[in-house]
């Protein structure tokens, strides 16, 4: 039987190469057509929206922005393109301050759609153009809509309870990141814009937490956001504004120079001007802290909120709090020097001659009254307005600071200085909430705020003696000042400047005490041993 040698089973390698690279260059071609293909159907005369990533897919992050749980840079928030506008100085009248930047350009991305488009003018606020009461089903679409953008802060049970005599729960919107229960009515506001709007930007002119609030949602909005400062406005301001990703115009040497400029730069460039004012669409942003604090805490009796000429957290949390429940009592509290709420809810209308001396101190809470729909919704349901001394703000920025740990300014501890002033009595026993909304205070008013809380609360106290200018007598004075356990803070001797007999000196002794009883204590033994004591009131 004859065998024959078989044939190859595989065909040669020269084919299956062959074969391989024929396959490779067809997924090249295909891949090539895949990418080719949009920019084929772009239309030169049109301009195709982006997709931006909504309020729910940017959380902040130490390095940036995270989108869907990746880190990215955070993109620059001004346009290249609109920098023109503001780089050469005979266009700002050489009153402005200009700072070395440098721009790096990107595609202009197109923002996302709005829930409602509000037409008006680019030259006037968008506040204005929206003036009705507050419904509860807005603040309800408000507080879904800023859910992922601002805090839901904590309402926490204080240890101020015990003292105090009732249940204190505070709600602490001063965690927010600008500082501010401003953010909400803020984000809801710039999320409301019409889309082309939100491209042209936005411009603000002033320092407060509004404006700061601005300069950050609209940079992480990807809005153009301009913020016009006098020059006279804190360093430490301009610096936070900046950070937050605006550019900062310093301008004039007042605040009415930099709205007038900025009104002007509005009106020629398309911007829009913002300013606090009670448009149903901010109230109903600040609204949420009152549907928050009825969420967080069971069986509210009472909330005390701050109040002032910029009620707006007063109105629209009143309008939630008692939609929910009617026998909640909003409580509202201002500063006895210009009680401008007081004054408008007598007269019917907002009150405008009232002004204050100490804007630094007391913040937002300083201003006029701004207008009819907060002054409206609080004179129908709001309980009750009581006013405050600035000496009982103090003592609650010193009890926040104390027994919180919580460093506030003025318009934060305002709600807390009427249950340290004993303003409210009936409380007593009850279940309270109180809105603890701005912790924007600079260091060194925070350090001249603490001192004098300090003289206020008896426990750091001064007092002039005479003794004798001999060996030994000022060790006698410490040796009291120690068996009364009484630190000292400072002390100075007088000799030159004395009107007593030759061989005197007058001490001046500043010392920390406990409280009003070691106090009491300290200037008795002291008067007991040196009748001469001079005891300085505060």
């Not at 104390?402 to 305002?414: C, H, K, N, S």
């Amino acid at each position: 039987m004859d065998m024959t040698t078989p044939g190859p089973l595989l065909p040669p390698y020269g084919v299956v190469v062959g074969v391989l690279l024929r396959l490779v260059a067809y997924l090249v071609a295909l891949l090539y057509s895949y990418a080719e293909q949009p920019f084929s159907k772009k239309d030169d005369n049109k301009i195709k929206k982006q997709d931006v990533p909504g309020l729910c897919d940017l959380h902040r992050c130490k390095d940036g922005l995270m989108r869907n749980g990746l880190i990215a840079q955070k993109p620059p928030s001004i346009n290249p393109e609109r920098l023109k506008d503001f780089g050469e100085e005979d266009y700002l009248n050489g009153d402005v301050k200009t700072w070395e930047m440098k721009i790096v350009s990107r595609n202009e991305e197109l923002l996302t759609d709005t829930l409602s488009h509000i037409p008006q003018s680019s030259s006037t606020t968008i506040l204005s153009s929206c003036n009705k009461l507050i419904r509860f089903e807005d603040i309800s679409a408000a507080a879904f809509k800023i859910q992922c953008g601002v805090q839901k802060t904590p309402c926490m049970y204080s240890r101020l309870s015990k003292q105090y005599g009732m249940d204190i729960y505070l709600k602490k919107e001063y965690l927010q990141y600008t500082g501010s229960v401003k953010e909400r009515g803020v984000l809801y506001l710039l999320t409301t814009l019409p889309q082309d709007q939100q491209r042209k930007g936005v411009i603000v002119a002033s320092d407060s937490n509004f404006s700061m609030a601005v300069a950050y949602h609209a940079s992480e909005l990807r809005i153009p956001v301009f913020v016009i400062m006098s020059t006279s406005t804190s360093p430490v301001r301009v610096k936070m504004c900046r950070e937050y990703g605006a550019m900062v115009i310093s301008y004039g040497t007042t605040a009415k120079d930099s709205q007038i400029h900025a009104r002007r730069l509005a009106q020629e460039n398309g911007y829009l001007y913002l300013e606090e004012e009670d448009s149903a669409v901010y109230l109903s942003g600040l609204g949420t802290v009152g549907l928050e604090v009825y969420e967080q805490v069971p069986k509210l009796d009472a909330v005390i909120f701050p109040a002032g000429g910029h009620c707006g957290l007063l109105a629209g949390s009143a309008a939630t709090l008692k939609y929910l429940n009617p026998h909640i009592s909003v409580i509202g509290v201002e500063s006895e020097s210009f009680p401008v709420l007081q004054h408008s809810l007598k007269a019917g209308h907002p009150a405008e001659d009232q002004a204050c001396n100490n804007h630094h101190f007391y913040g937002d809470v300083s201003g006029v009254c701004f207008g009819s729909n907060s002054l409206q919704l609080t004179g129908k349901l709001v309980d009750k307005v009581v006013a405050v001394r600035e000496e009982d703000i103090l003592i609650s920025m010193l009890r926040l600071l104390e027994y919180e740990r919580a460093t506030v300014d003025a318009e934060g501890a305002i709600g807390l200085a009427a249950l340290v002033a004993g303003k409210l009595p009936e409380l007593k026993g009850k279940r309270v909430a109180v809105v603890i909304c701005s912790g924007n205070l600079e260091l060194h008013l925070l350090q001249q705020c603490i001192a004098r809380a300090l003289t206020l609360d008896n426990t750091v106290c001064r007092f002039s003696l005479v003794i004798s200018d001999c060996p030994g007598d000022m060790s006698k004075l410490l040796e009291i000042l120690a068996r009364e356990e009484a630190r000292v803070l400072d002390i100075k001797q007088e000799r030159t400047f004395v009107t007593s007999e030759l061989f005197t000196v007058e001490v001046i002794c500043t010392v920390e005490t406990r409280d009003k009883i070691h106090t009491a204590q300290l200037r008795n033994a002291l008067l007991e041993r040196y009748p001469t004591t001079t005891w300085t009131q505060r």
